[in-house]
């Protein structure tokens, strides 16, 4: 296995720490849109909240994979983290042209 310059102890607590934040931020955004689910902007924070839990499990699983050196926990962590971030910045996207639409035809 290629030695890293930097020891895997301390990419994978750095990917934990990060997992941490990313799953509180997260939270704290889903829960914000659920208490506030008539508001506009509910849609586009849920989307954020649910991209910052998805991003905690995905580094959660890169830094299980590089403490624990699995080799199929370094790709199902890449992968998931490659289509969660795919997936809900397509969806974000999606709502933020409806938003901008919306604005214009009330515009006039």
Do not use: H, K, N
């Not at 509910?42 to 998805?54: P, Y």
């Amino acid at each position: 296995m290629m030695r890293l310059p930097i020891p895997g102890d301390a990419i994978a607590a750095l990917l934990a720490l990060g997992g941490a934040w990313a799953a509180l931020r997260g939270a704290r955004l889903f829960v914000a849109a659920c208490r506030d689910a008539d508001a506009p902007s509910a849609s586009l924070r849920l989307v954020r909240g649910l991209r910052g839990i998805a991003l905690a499990v995905g580094a959660w699983a890169l830094a299980g994979g590089l403490l624990w050196e699995q080799v199929w926990l370094l790709v199902f962590g890449a992968v998931f983290l490659a289509e969660e971030i795919y997936e809900t910045g397509v969806v974000a996207l999606v709502l933020r042209s409806a938003a901008t639409t919306e604005a214009s035809d009330a515009r006039g």
